[in-house]
């Protein structure tokens, strides 16, 4: 059958058309390690830090092993996108347990001396399966609570590995835009910032990083990604004087209608900025704004909120 012929007005306006999706790198975790150790140097959670890119090492490691995780076949994952969900929801993967063959490698990576981090790796090391997965499905519905703080980000970097490994094997076209996309078209799950990008197709863009599968997804600016307010956002930063605030690489956008935040990293200001590291980096922002009363939306799944050690 003959493609359809576009007329020039129709042509335009599909070159205008911003992309819907930009997909991590096959290094994605290589390449969050190193800027975490740049964000190290000179930072008051320099420590922690370090700590979290020796994980992202380990998660770059099992990811280059091709885990043995079996992808939901394609007429499954059809299905879910013709109901309107994510194909990799991962309310239904987190429990399906495959991701779980990933968690004793990463766990034997860190044979620590005795510390609260050897007590919270002991832990899920003896944690059945069941307590496990309960375990994450709290920490991905923002139920802290019912896990505790030293498992986060052992349990976070694990189930980053088996989302991102999916994300990257998904057919392709398989993903859709949809109208007001505020959570991950892939996997469901929200997002841990905004980034403003400023190259090729995507310049000017912006784009939400996933938490979870570290999947972009288009949204247009000046729009709350959690209520979608777009009456009077305002965008704050560590800078008191106006003229580098406006300038400032990291911004929060703050709503009015939710009280909630979400930080923006400008790729213009730093074109080297990571979300997931520049998140960790930037507690102090989050700070600030908790003390002025807004509520952090983003989960960093490798850290639990409150804990800085």
Same mark, same amino acid.
């Given at each position: ?21 930009? &997909?991590?790198?096959? $290094?994605?975790?290589? %390449?969050? @390690?190193?800027? +975490?150790?740049? /964000?190290?140097?000179?930072?008051? #959670? ?77 832990? &899920?090391?003896?944690? $059945?399966?069941?307590? %496990?997965? @309960?375990?994450? +499905?709290?920490? /991905?519905?923002?139920?802290?609570? #019912? ?90 930063? +560590? ?71």
């Amino acid at each position: 059958m003959p493609g359809q012929i576009l007329e020039p007005g129709q042509i335009e306006a599909a070159a205008n058309i911003p992309p819907f999706l930009k &997909l991590p790198s096959h $290094d994605l975790f290589t %390449r969050r @390690a190193a800027r +975490l150790r740049q /964000l190290a140097e000179g930072n008051p #959670l320099g420590g922690y830090l370090n700590l979290v890119a020796e994980l992202c090492d380990t998660q770059q490691r099992l990811l280059d092993t091709q885990p043995a995780l079996p992808m939901p076949d394609e007429a499954a994952l059809r299905r879910s996108i013709e109901h309107g969900m994510p194909p990799l929801a991962f309310e239904t993967l987190v429990r399906e347990g495959a991701w779980l063959a990933l968690l004793e490698p990463l766990l034997d990576a860190f044979e620590v001396a005795p510390s609260p981090i050897a007590d919270a790796l002991q832990r &899920l090391r003896t944690a $059945d399966a069941g307590q %496990r997965k @309960a375990w994450a +499905l709290g920490l /991905l519905n923002g139920q802290y609570e #019912l896990l505790p703080a030293a498992l986060v980000p052992f349990l976070g970097a694990t189930l980053q590995v088996a989302f991102s490994h999916w994300l990257l094997r998904l057919p392709e076209g398989l993903l859709q835009e949809s109208e007001e996309q505020t959570l991950c078209p892939a996997c469901g799950s929200p997002p841990v910032a905004g980034v403003i990008h400023h190259r090729g197709k995507y310049s000017t863009l912006r784009y939400l990083a996933c938490s979870l599968c570290s999947c972009e997804w288009h949204y247009v600016r000046v729009k709350c990604s959690h209520c979608r307010e777009s009456k009077g956002l305002t965008y704050l930063s +560590l800078h008191s004087d106006a003229h580098e605030a406006a300038r400032a690489p990291i911004r929060a956008e703050v709503c009015p209608g939710c009280q909630g935040y979400l930080k923006q990293f400008y790729m213009e200001r730093d074109e080297a900025a990571e979300p997931q590291a520049d998140d960790l980096a930037s507690l102090a922002l989050d700070i600030r704004l908790a003390e002025e009363g807004y509520l952090r939306r983003a989960p960093n799944l490798l850290l639990a909120p409150g804990e800085s050690d």
